[in-house]
């Protein structure tokens, strides 16, 4: 029961995040996952992935395209890219050790931070 609601929680957060600033899967999910439900690495990601899957964020979508803020052209592009990428990508990081993993994406996190930090 405790991961449930534990899971149910971090699932709120996230979706009040995504809806709001439109992040969610690695900038909150993976980091929770390995720090508070105690996964590796590889498990956390992949269990990020999986609720991704279903049509997550789909009512705060819709509130953004009628709104008129979708690009949905070049979205279905970054679709099609994520379907390979993620492809490729998903089986690259299997052949990496967990820990160059996690440091992997802790790097991308900090570069990504610092530029929208200093950013005007």
């Known amino acids: ?3 449930f609601l534990g899971g149910l929680g971090l699932g709120v957060t996230t979706g009040v995040l995504s809806g709001l600033v439109g ?3 690695g900038i909150i999910i993976v980091p929770a996952l390995v ?3 105690k996964m590796d690495q590889k498990t956390a990601q ?3 992935l999986a609720i991704l899957l ?3 964020g789909l009512l ?3 509130e953004y395209y009628r709104a008129g803020h979708v690009d949905v052209k070049i979205g279905a592009a970054i679709v099609v ?3 390979l990428g993620g492809f490729f990508g ?3 990081a299997q052949r990496l050790p967990q820990e160059t993993l996690r440091k992997v994406f802790a790097v991308l996190l900090l570069i990504t931070a610092v530029k929208m930090w200093t950013e005007k």
């Open 1 to 3: 029961m405790k991961s």
């Open 23 to 25: 992040i969610g899967g």
């Open 35 to 37: 720090y508070f439900f």
């Open 46 to 48: 992949g269990t990020s």
């Open 54 to 56: 279903p049509p997550t």
């Open 60 to 62: 705060a979508f819709l």
């Open 81 to 83: 890219g994520l379907l």
């Open 90 to 92: 998903g089986e690259f």
